[in-house]
């Protein structure tokens, strides 16, 4: 197992490259100097100049390509992204570093919610298949996987937010959050996750649960579950211990696929629900083109990806052994 | 003399036997005639401001209401199918020729070549989307183009690996030999004998691709990232909503209906296109 690990790591590395690679094509796709038009004639003109000679110095523009490439590998291997052009000023690691466990936090519990509820539709699809119950659902998954996100999201929060006023319209605590005891401050925290939650679930919810019911549809065919039936166990069993064990190896996989779409689409559910993720970091950095940030943010969010690319690999070979041996 | 029926034929047959594909279908056609003929649809300009009309609601004059320019917001929802209905065909027709050729090229020539472009699409995809997407905006001049060819440049991975497939599965067949023997160029095989074959899957791919473009691209507009105002786009209209959301619904309503309707239209006709030409995958 550890061979294993060590040799997926090994290959991560270039891909790893290949990251770092494309956002620094994207910072020198700019025409002219990159330096010049990240000003964009957006502030006057002794901000701008201080700028474009920070940005100089960040990125070595006066340099070869090659060695501004370089120069940046290392400083990112030091966790060096320069300072934030914001007014603030700090440290573009330091603010994506205190912004991140809230994007895993609202990413871990979509995630959640999405297999929670992906995986009891899927079974109860396949069992009941063609059944009239099972193509409403069929029909409302396929609402969910077509309607927009950031709609939904707006009228969710018109509702239980504005109107009703059950859930607040944004935010990760209350005002009072600091003057509440433990227990409350927790409720207070799941309160403010349901609607991000919820929203940022919604497409990848559709999608997995047909995967699910047509993984099960394909394991239920096969000659052990006639097996299985044939020796008399019951339809619980055959579905709950034989069918679902085989099918739940090819969901495990499907998490790097929805992962991706997940933390990009936080970008825009961090933004509607004033959430204090990277996404929203993101979104204001893109705002006031503030490039260090973004260039780390899109950085970090594909090693994010990658990271989460093998975690799926190792989980994958921990339940089906024959993958480790290719 | 008995007609022979080809595999197209058929597929046709069971496509069309679709309600479902039928509908959605029906709706896009009624989508693009709305784009080509937005200035006959419209009764008012959909740029005009009228500050004493300001965010009405809908009645018998303007049908969706006002916003908050007191602009139309039906004349804008009309123009603004153009802008959905175009980035939507043309993002998707830059994405479906850079995966087709770089697909068609990694699983023909296959080896080093292919490695390095299998190696090239693993990196792209590691980028969540929207990330990529709002990066490549954030460094290039704000316009209905760039959003064109970036959703382009970030959504051909898909097509590419489909492609990359059919033809690792196509080119040892006894036709593609054949042609080999008689000596065809690489370029004739590639493109007039193992193509052809290929294209099926890529099709359905393709409608979906479309469905996802029209989604980015509201997305982007309603992030402020899009097409630029006061240029009427789904996305920005159901943006604008935003402030007024216990105001008027509907600023937000009608735009995000639109969207979604076209979304799920697209997703059935994929849907029903991948029953007609692969039975199998039922």
Known sequence: ?326 | MAKKYSMLDYAMKRFFANKFAVLGLSVIVILILTAIFAPIICRFDPLEINLENKLLAPNSTYWFGTDELGRDIFSRMVYGTRVSITIGLISMGIASLLGIIIGSIAGYFGGKVDLLIMRVIEVVMCFPFMFLLLALIAYLPQSIYTIMVVIGLTRWTGIARLIRGQFIALREREFVMAARTIGASNLRIIFRHILPNAITPVLISITFGIAGAILAESGLSFLGFGVPVPQPSWGNILASGREYIDLAWWLMFYPGLAIFITVTCYNLVGEALRDALDPRLR
């Open chain 1, 1 to 326: 197992m550890l061979d294993y690990l060590l040799r997926r790591i090994m290959l991560m590395i270039p891909t790893l490259l290949g990251i770092t690679l494309i956002t620094f094509a994207i910072i020198h796709l700019a025409p002219g100097d990159p330096a010049e038009l990240s000003t964009g004639g957006m502030m006057n003109a002794e901000s701008s100049k201080k700028i474009v000679m920070q940005m100089r110095e960040l990125y070595g523009l006066d340099k070869p390509i090659l060695v501004q490439y370089i120069d940046w590998l290392k400083r990112l291997a030091r966790f060096d992204f320069g300072d934030s052009f914001a007014p603030d000023g700090r440290p573009v690691a330091e603010k994506i570093l205190s912004r991140l466990p809230n994007t895993i936090i609202l990413n871990i519990a979509s995630i959640l919610l999405i297999y929670i509820i992906a995986v009891p539709i899927g079974i109860f699809s396949a069992v009941k298949h063609n059944s009239t119950t099972e193509r409403i659902i069929g029909v409302f998954l396929f609402m969910f996987y077509s309607a927009p996100g950031f709609w939904v999201a707006l009228m969710l929060l018109k509702y239980f937010g504005v109107h009703w006023g059950v859930l607040p319209l944004g935010g990760m605590e209350s005002d009072i959050y600091d003057l509440m005891p433990t227990w409350t401050r927790f409720w207070d925290r799941v309160h403010h996750l349901i609607l991000p939650t919820v929203c940022l679930s919604l497409g990848a919810l559709a999608g997995l649960s047909r995967y699910m019911r047509g993984s099960m549809l394909e394991n239920i065919r096969q000659d052990y579950v006639r097996t299985a039936r044939a020796k008399g166990l019951s339809e619980f069993k055959v579905i709950f211990k034989h069918v679902l064990r085989n099918s739940l190896i090819t969901i495990v996989t499907l998490f790097a696929g929805i992962l991706p779409g997940l933390i990009g689409g936080s970008v825009i559910m961090e933004s509607i629900f004033s959430w204090p993720g990277v996404g929203r970091l993101f979104f204001t950095a893109l705002q006031m083109r503030d490039y260090p940030v973004i260039m780390a943010s899109t950085v970090i969010s594909a090693t994010l990806v990658l990271v989460a690319l093998l975690i799926t690999d190792l989980l994958y070979s921990l339940v089906d052994p024959r993958i480790r041996l290719k």
